[in-house]
């Protein structure tokens, strides 16, 4: 039987209706309106349709975005400056420095330079650690999207066999953290796995986030798994460029419980889930 497709457009379009709905009551009962900062050096082409997408949906929700586009060869100092303002700045609550970084500026440096606080990637040193030990944190946008969607399938995930494939900062590990903390028996697998199909195959959640084009087949896939593909890669295919997953859709489909598709799974999430925590950052920033 065919798997349930996982709608991320249509969940997402539901979480950013509900900042919405948040961000009004805020500027009505308190005169507040929640901002983010986003930060974007050089001119990477794909960095920069995120950067107009991010811009588009947060003042969609009636929030302020602030963006503040670099030349490439801004200097580390000058990037450090500017983030020491928005860490300054009242009307800004959540600040996000799109990545990749330019080689000559250490990304590490220029993450743990923002305010963890304002860090609505959850990418700083603080919030790793936090989320890592359980306490309130800023979480990455990608896993909290991902863990959305499963805990909206699912209910509860507690005792289920979950195994993540990649290890980045961004997606893997704080995806695996987000499963811990659901009582998940959690792998962490990746390029150097070994039998890595016969690990997959132990997932009842197999979330993919590996960035390597369709890598996944169906027969990695256990029976009525549920199969999250964070993956988005662009190939060539009968002539046309295409979008596909880091899982073998065509496959995996016929044997998962429920599958996010590529297009239109993990990748609305993001941002909705980006917006969830600029007002998150706004609501505790005061009180
Ligand atoms: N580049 C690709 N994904 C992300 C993300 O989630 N946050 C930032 N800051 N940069 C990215």
Redesign the pocket.
Known sequence: MSAKRIDGKAFAADVRAQVATHVARLKEENGLTPGLAVVLVGEDPASQV?VKNKGIQTREVGMNSFEHKLDAATSEADLLALIARLNADPTVHGI????PLPGHLDSDLVINAIDPAKDV?GFHISNVGLLGTGQKAMVP??PLGCLMMLRDHLGSLSGLDAVVVGRSN?VGKPMAQLLLAESCTVTIAHSRTKNLAEVCKRADILVAAVGRPEMIPGDWVKPGATVIDVGINRIERDGKTKLVGDVDFASAVEVAGAITPVPGGVGPM?IACLLANTLTACCRAHG
Not at 96 to 99: A, G, K, P, S, T
């Open positions: 995120y996000l420095v799109q990545l990637d946008c990608t961004i993001t």
